[in-house]
């Protein structure tokens, strides 16, 4: 006679009083497949296929409006405006700069973030609410603010130094929210394991932030290839500055042509390149965030509180300060332009307000195609839109010119041009911003609503909008304050006879009519930092992983 | 009150499988739990109900219509059916009240029902609180009001209990399970909690490798599994290889009389049997009072209190080693290990043909 005894629930087994044994009795496989997550790929309805579409394409246009530009021009034509020494000189200005801000926007980003988020330095709200604001200040009014106060500023270094100090937000707003949404306990883990402060920093905190690093530095190196401005007051040669020239000064459309097709590859290639390093690490499951223990500072304190303020101080108090200088100089010397102020304030909103409304209302059906029927067809529109990161607005200004002068002279120099120039730049901010916002309301609640007896529409207007109408704010105000500083398509594009607050400024700095620009800077300022702040408590309560989903 | 028939359902994810020709009845104004562990497919089965998956083959009727076979697909809006999800999935841009009131006609919302629906989950007065202002018990609890809202043919909970917290749980079952025998509403719940299936529902349909292996009242489940495997799943099982003599099942433990189950066994034949852990029965023994029972020693005494589950090693070797058995006590003082004890079998027990399952 044989017996033997069931498998034993042993020191796992029974844990209730009426005995829930083991749940592996059945053979159950241990992988859990996520209840829920077990969700079938809908197919998306016709309209939102069809709106991406027309979306996508439309984004598209300035790229195709460029290849058929240059292919106009001829190969033999721009193989000799490309093989030339000036070719190779731009190549080595643009990179070299680009390498040196990066890196540096890189280093003082992480710094400040690590300050902020994870030390127990003293009024942190106050100084990481601070360190944000240079993002609000054009670049060219930086290096404006400099040079006026310091003229003999210039070269790679007056440029690294400039730009470096306006673009290193786009590395802290990434990072800081990544260590914020980190979750602490790894760190924990880290520290008990044996390894030291410094070594977890490296090994656990930097490591688990380096996608929204590497995001940051992205966005550092596409502003740097698209900026004007600044290195205009710079007198920094780069890309920009040359097709610049040539189109306005020369009219040489075919030079533009080329070199703007060397810009566009550039950019390309550090999108390819950020997506090739970023490959295969997104979309992991964001621990839950709980109260982090700060590093103590203790000694350490007061050096860091300085170095923030002074950053801060030449960031932001260095630009200010030249405005309110050059502004009150000007009482005595020059009249204020007090009625040309108010009609470039008025057409710098109406301008910037439109592009802001049709970027949000365009980034819709993309974004809700991307999260809620993700695909391939979704992957390919959403790509295509974020293609445009890597076209810098005067490319997608000449490429408008070009097909307005060519195919519809009716609307050159109409704000439907500029309108339309300012709607593809930032439809990436727009479509970020409004992506995460859907991307939060779980498939769940609509789901729900049309268990309740709501057909699809009803559920859209009474559940899903009302949800991601913050997101929808936040995308209008992000693309909104970045259109009102933008200077460089809108030089191009600006209607006849108007000027904005960019171009006005423009023009009298051009004319070193200091007095008579500060108060446009001034406008621009103040128009600028509310969105700004609003932003700011935006990006707060944003994952670091959706700010980079591109 | 709407009966629910589901038939040859099936639907997998890519290459996997879920549901593999899935049959279920769920009589009419009943509870019936669906139960199976992780990746077994019954949340898929409640997104089918519920219509917001399509299965590839296969049949849904709720009451006379057919919502959804090869041709049709009701929507899930046209269901009537109440959906309370895991979370609950509340709306959080809406009050309790909103929530509730969110199904309903502007009409019905003023004729006082939305009140009535929060007074029947014992929510009186906190329609106006919104969803994160509202403990978890509280949250799933307006989930059911809003599902009952409509006055659904169907009601369909997703483990509506697991996200909360081991003291809460209880009284929102125990409320959950009144509110919906006072409506009378057919309902399916979809959990992995054995006693959560047993204590709540009138019928426990178990589910294994996209199919119901089992669908019985919890009694005949716990007593009457189908098969070994069944019985560890649903509950504690010390299994036992024995021969039929005369009716009776002949095992380590002794001569077990064996339970009918109406499929009768033929003389010699192996089999396996049941022996659940408070059918075991222990007396502490010494070496002067040797009599009747089957000796062993405690390894290992865990006490919870109001009872306890006992590990045994038997002093005889079956195949070359020492079983181990379990035994729940009540009303007892804790046992050190080591101690001597006599095992003995109350009642009757299971027993399969050995070699099903």
């Given at each position: 006679m044989?017996a033997?005894?069931a498998p034993?629930p042993?020191?796992?087994g029974?844990?209730?009083?009426?005995?829930?044994?083991?749940t592996?009795?059945?053979?159950a496989t241990s992988?859990d497949?996520?209840?829920?997550?077990?969700?079938?790929?809908?197919?998306?309805?016709?309209?939102?296929?069809?709106?991406?579409?027309v979306?996508?394409a439309a984004?598209?246009?300035?790229?195709?409006?460029?290849?058929v530009?240059?292919?106009?021009?001829g190969w033999?034509?721009?193989?000799?405006l490309?093989f030339?020494?000036?070719?190779?000189?731009?190549?080595w200005?643009?990179?070299?700069l680009?390498?040196?801000v990066?890196?540096?926007?890189?280093?003082?980003g992480?710094?400040a973030a690590?300050?902020?988020?994870?030390t127990?330095?003293?009024?942190?709200?106050?100084?990481?609410?601070?360190?944000?604001?240079?993002?609000?200040v054009?670049d060219?009014?930086?290096?404006w603010?400099w040079?006026?106060l310091?003229?003999?500023?210039?070269?790679?270094?007056?440029?690294?130094?400039?730009?470096?100090?306006?673009?290193y937000?786009?590395?802290?707003?990434?990072?800081?929210?990544?260590f914020r949404s980190?979750?602490?306990?790894?760190?924990?883990?880290?520290?008990?394991?044996?390894?030291?402060?410094?070594?977890?920093?490296?090994?656990?905190?930097?490591?688990?932030?380096r996608?929204?690093?590497l995001g940051?530095?992205?966005l550092v190196?596409?502003y740097?290839l698209?900026?004007?401005?600044?290195?205009?007051?710079?007198?920094?040669?780069?890309?920009?500055?040359?097709i610049?020239a040539?189109f306005?000064?020369?009219?040489?459309t075919?030079?533009?042509?080329?070199?703007?097709?060397?810009?566009?590859?550039?950019?390309?290639?550090?999108?390819a390149?950020?997506a090739m390093?970023?490959?295969?690490q997104?979309?992991?499951?964001?621990?839950r965030?709980?109260?982090?223990?700060?590093?103590?500072?203790?000694?350490?304190?007061a050096?860091?509180?300085?170095?923030?303020?002074?950053?801060?101080?030449?960031?932001?108090g260095?630009?200010?300060?030249a405005i309110?200088?050059?502004?009150?100089?000007?009482?005595?010397?020059?009249?204020?332009?007090?009625s040309?102020?108010?009609?470039?304030?008025?057409h710098?909103?109406?301008y910037s307000?439109?592009?802001?409304?049709?970027?949000?209302?365009?980034?819709?059906?993309?974004?809700?195609?991307?999260v809620?029927h993700?695909?391939?067809?979704?992957?390919v529109?959403?790509r295509?839109?974020?293609?445009v990161?890597?076209?810098?607005?005067?490319?997608?200004?000449?490429a408008l010119?070009?097909?307005?002068?060519?195919y519809?002279?009716g609307?050159?120099?109409?704000a439907?041009?500029?309108i339309?120039?300012?709607?593809?730049?930032?439809?990436?901010?727009?479509?970020?911003?409004?992506?995460?916002?859907?991307?939060r309301?779980?498939?769940?609640?609509?789901?729900?609503?049309r268990?309740?007896?709501?057909?699809?529409?009803a559920?859209?207007?009474r559940?899903?909008?009302?949800?991601?109408?913050p997101?929808?704010?936040?995308?209008f105000?992000?693309?909104?304050l970045?259109?009102?500083?933008?200077?460089?398509?809108?030089?191009?594009l600006?209607?006849?006879?108007?000027q904005?607050?960019?171009?006005?400024?423009?023009?009298?700095?051009?004319?070193?009519?200091?007095?008579?620009?500060?108060?446009f800077?001034?406008?621009?300022?103040?128009v600028?930092?509310v969105?700004?702040?609003?932003?700011?408590?935006?990006?707060?309560?944003?994952?670091?992983?959706?700010?980079l989903?591109a | 009150?709407?009966?629910?028939?589901?038939?040859?359902?099936r639907?997998s994810?890519?290459?996997?499988?879920?549901l593999?020709g899935l049959?279920?009845?769920?009589?009419?104004?009943?509870?019936?739990?669906?139960?199976g562990?992780?990746?077994?497919?019954?949340t898929?089965?409640?997104?089918?109900l519920a219509?917001?998956?399509?299965p590839?083959a296969?049949?849904v009727t709720?009451?006379?219509?057919?919502v959804?076979?090869g041709?049709?697909?009701?929507p899930?809006?046209a269901?009537?059916?109440?959906?309370?999800p895991?979370?609950g999935?509340l709306f959080p841009h809406?009050?309790?009240?909103g929530?509730v009131?969110?199904g309903?006609?502007?009409?019905?919302?003023?004729?006082?029902?939305?009140e009535?629906?929060?007074g029947?989950?014992?929510?009186?007065g906190?329609g106006?609180?919104f969803?994160?202002?509202?403990?978890?018990?509280?949250?799933?609890?307006?989930a059911?009001?809003?599902?009952?809202?409509?006055?659904?043919s169907?009601?369909?909970?997703?483990?509506?209990?697991?996200?909360?917290d081991a003291a809460?749980?209880a009284?929102?079952?125990a409320?959950?399970a009144r509110?919906?025998s006072e409506?009378g509403?057919t309902?399916?719940?979809v959990?992995?909690d054995?006693?959560?299936a047993?204590?709540?529902?009138?019928r426990v349909?178990?589910l294994?490798?996209?199919?119901?292996?089992?669908?019985?009242?919890?009694?005949?489940?716990?007593?009457?599994?189908?098969?070994?495997?069944?019985?560890?799943?649903?509950?504690?099982?010390?299994?036992?290889?024995g021969t039929?003599?005369?009716?009776?099942?002949?095992t380590?433990?002794?001569?077990?009389?064996?339970?009918?189950?109406g499929?009768?066994?033929?003389e010699?034949?192996k089999?396996m049997?049941?022996?659940?852990?408070?059918?075991?029965?222990l007396?502490?023994?010494n070496?002067?009072?040797?009599?009747?029972?089957?000796?062993?020693?405690?390894?290992?005494?865990?006490?919870?209190?109001?009872?306890?589950?006992v590990?045994?090693?038997?002093a005889?070797?079956?195949?070359?080693?020492?079983?181990l058995?379990?035994a729940?006590?009540?009303?007892r003082?804790?046992?050190?290990?080591?101690s001597?004890?006599?095992?003995s079998v109350?009642?009757?027990?299971?027993?399969?043909p050995?070699g099903?399952?």
């Amino acid at each position: 006679m044989t017996a033997t005894t069931a498998p034993p629930p042993g020191p796992s087994g029974p844990r209730g009083p009426s005995g829930s044994a083991g749940t592996n009795g059945m053979g159950a496989t241990s992988a859990d497949s996520g209840r829920g997550e077990v969700r079938e790929r809908r197919p998306a309805p016709a309209a939102l296929i069809v709106a991406s579409a027309v979306v996508a394409a439309a984004m598209l246009l300035p790229l195709v409006f460029m290849l058929v530009q240059a292919a106009q021009v001829g190969w033999t034509e721009l193989s000799n405006l490309l093989f030339r020494h000036l070719t190779a000189v731009l190549l080595w200005n643009t990179v070299s700069l680009c390498a040196v801000v990066t890196t540096a926007s890189a280093g003082i980003g992480t710094a400040a973030a690590f300050a902020t988020e994870r030390t127990d330095l003293p009024a942190r709200r106050l100084l990481s609410a601070l360190i944000v604001l240079p993002v609000a200040v054009p670049d060219f009014v930086i290096a404006w603010g400099w040079t006026s106060l310091a003229p003999s500023l210039h070269g790679l270094w007056g440029a690294a130094l400039v730009l470096t100090l306006g673009l290193y937000p786009l590395v802290y707003l990434p990072v800081a929210a990544s260590f914020r949404s980190a979750d602490p306990a790894q760190e924990e883990v880290s520290r008990s394991l044996g390894r030291g402060r410094l070594r977890t920093f490296w090994s656990v905190s930097l490591r688990n932030a380096r996608l929204a690093l590497l995001g940051g530095c992205l966005l550092v190196w596409l502003y740097l290839l698209a900026e004007y401005g600044a290195f205009e007051i710079l007198r920094y040669q780069t890309f920009t500055t040359e097709i610049f020239a040539e189109f306005e000064v020369g009219f040489n459309t075919p030079a533009a042509s080329a070199l703007s097709l060397v810009l566009v590859l550039l950019g390309l290639m550090v999108l390819a390149g950020e997506a090739m390093l970023a490959h295969g690490q997104r979309g992991r499951p964001q621990p839950r965030a709980r109260v982090v223990t700060r590093s103590r500072l203790g000694p350490a304190t007061a050096p860091v509180v300085v170095s923030m303020v002074v950053l801060v101080a030449l960031a932001l108090g260095v630009p200010l300060w030249a405005i309110s200088h050059w502004m009150e100089s000007s009482q005595r010397t020059t009249l204020p332009a007090a009625s040309s102020l108010g009609s470039a304030a008025w057409h710098t909103a109406l301008y910037s307000g439109c592009a802001a409304a049709v970027a949000t209302v365009a980034a819709l059906p993309v974004a809700i195609l991307a999260v809620r029927h993700r695909g391939r067809l979704a992957t390919v529109f959403e790509r295509t839109c974020l293609l445009v990161q890597a076209l810098p607005g005067l490319v997608i200004a000449l490429a408008l010119v070009f097909f307005a002068v060519r195919y519809v002279v009716g609307i050159y120099q109409s704000a439907f041009l500029l309108i339309a120039a300012y709607v593809v730049m930032f439809f990436p901010l727009a479509l970020i911003a409004v992506r995460a916002s859907v991307a939060r309301v779980p498939a769940s609640l609509e789901e729900v609503g049309r268990s309740l007896g709501q057909r699809p529409p009803a559920v859209m207007l009474r559940v899903t909008l009302p949800l991601v109408l913050p997101g929808l704010l936040a995308s209008f105000f992000l693309v909104f304050l970045t259109a009102v500083t933008e200077l460089t398509a809108t030089l191009i594009l600006v209607p006849t006879g108007v000027q904005t607050l960019a171009t006005q400024f423009w023009a009298y700095t051009n004319d070193f009519s200091y007095g008579a620009a500060a108060p446009f800077a001034a406008t621009m300022l103040a128009v600028a930092v509310v969105p700004t702040y609003l932003l700011g408590r935006w990006f707060d309560r944003l994952p670091a992983r959706s700010l980079l989903a591109a | 009150m709407t009966r629910v028939v589901v038939s040859g359902l099936r639907k997998s994810f890519g290459a996997r499988v879920v549901l593999d020709g899935l049959d279920l009845e769920v009589p009419e104004g009943s509870l019936t739990a669906v139960l199976g562990p992780s990746g077994s497919g019954k949340t898929t089965l409640l997104r089918i109900l519920a219509g917001f998956e399509r299965p590839e083959a296969g049949s849904v009727t709720l009451g006379e219509n057919v919502v959804e076979d090869g041709r049709t697909h009701l929507p899930p809006e046209a269901r009537r059916v109440g959906y309370v999800p895991q979370d609950g999935a509340l709306f959080p841009h809406l009050s309790a009240s909103g929530n509730v009131g969110f199904g309903l006609s502007r009409r019905e919302r003023r004729s006082g029902r939305v009140e009535e629906l929060l007074g029947l989950v014992g929510l009186s007065g906190e329609g106006r609180r919104f969803p994160h202002q509202l403990s978890g018990g509280m949250q799933q609890r307006v989930a059911l009001a809003r599902a009952l809202a409509g006055q659904p043919s169907l009601v369909l909970l997703d483990e509506p209990f697991s996200s909360l917290d081991a003291a809460l749980r209880a009284g929102v079952r125990a409320d959950v399970a009144r509110v919906l025998s006072e409506t009378g509403t057919t309902s399916v719940l979809v959990t992995h909690d054995q006693d959560e299936a047993l204590s709540l529902a009138d019928r426990v349909a178990v589910l294994r490798g996209g199919r119901v292996v089992q669908c019985a009242s919890p009694e005949q489940l716990y007593t009457d599994p189908l098969d070994p495997a069944l019985a560890s799943f649903v509950g504690d099982a010390n299994l036992l290889e024995g021969t039929v003599r005369a009716g009776t099942a002949v095992t380590p433990l002794g001569t077990l009389a064996i339970a009918d189950d109406g499929r009768p066994l033929a003389e010699a034949q192996k089999v396996m049997v049941l022996v659940r852990p408070e059918q075991l029965e222990l007396r502490t023994s010494n070496a002067s009072n040797g009599g009747g029972g089957i000796d062993g020693l405690v390894v290992e005494c865990r006490y919870f209190g109001h009872d306890m589950l006992v590990t045994v090693e038997m002093a005889a070797e079956v195949k070359g080693r020492r079983p181990l058995l379990y035994a729940r006590l009540t009303g007892r003082s804790p046992l050190g290990s080591g101690s001597p004890v006599a095992l003995s079998v109350a009642g009757p027990v299971k027993a399969w043909p050995a070699g099903s399952g």
